[in-house]
């Protein structure tokens, strides 16, 4: 069974940048659809970008499309989220996910079966 572990929050001013890193033991994330998804305060765990195994093709939500960039570095078995252009309200605890079953990613929580503990991200002045 694959293990995630996210790194690489913190806290930043709005317009700033953070690159958070999804790394795997136990399994090879070139093998799985990752997704990464966050949760706010009060609000319902979404999906923020994800990457697919077949052909490393990506899927972003709207609110993060042109600001997030979502990579994969297969020689060191993890997966990146780069965030730029920071907005508060990007606050969250961000989470990657593995997805066993398809080789396509699709943004929707159901489909991935292996969840991180989460990283949290803090955009605020």
């Known amino acids: 069974q694959v293990q995630l572990v996210e790194s690489g929050g913190g806290l930043v001013r709005p317009g700033g940048s953070l690159r958070l890193s999804c790394a795997a033991s136990g399994g090879t994330l070139a093998s799985y659809p990752i997704g990464w998804f966050r949760q706010a305060p009060g609000k319902e765990r979404e999906g923020v970008a994800c990457i697919s195994s077949r052909d490393s093709s990506t899927h972003y939500a709207d609110s993060v499309k042109g600001r997030f960039t979502i990579s994969r570095d297969n020689a060191k078995n993890t997966v990146s989220l780069q965030m730029n252009s920071l907005k508060p309200e990007d606050t969250a605890v961000y989470y990657c996910?593995?997805?066993?079953?398809?080789?396509?990613?699709?943004?929707?929580?159901?489909?991935?079966?292996?969840w991180g503990q989460g990283t949290q991200v803090t955009v605020a002045s």
């Open positions: 996910a593995a997805d066993p079953d398809w080789q396509l990613c699709v943004l929707s929580i159901s489909t991935y079966k292996y």
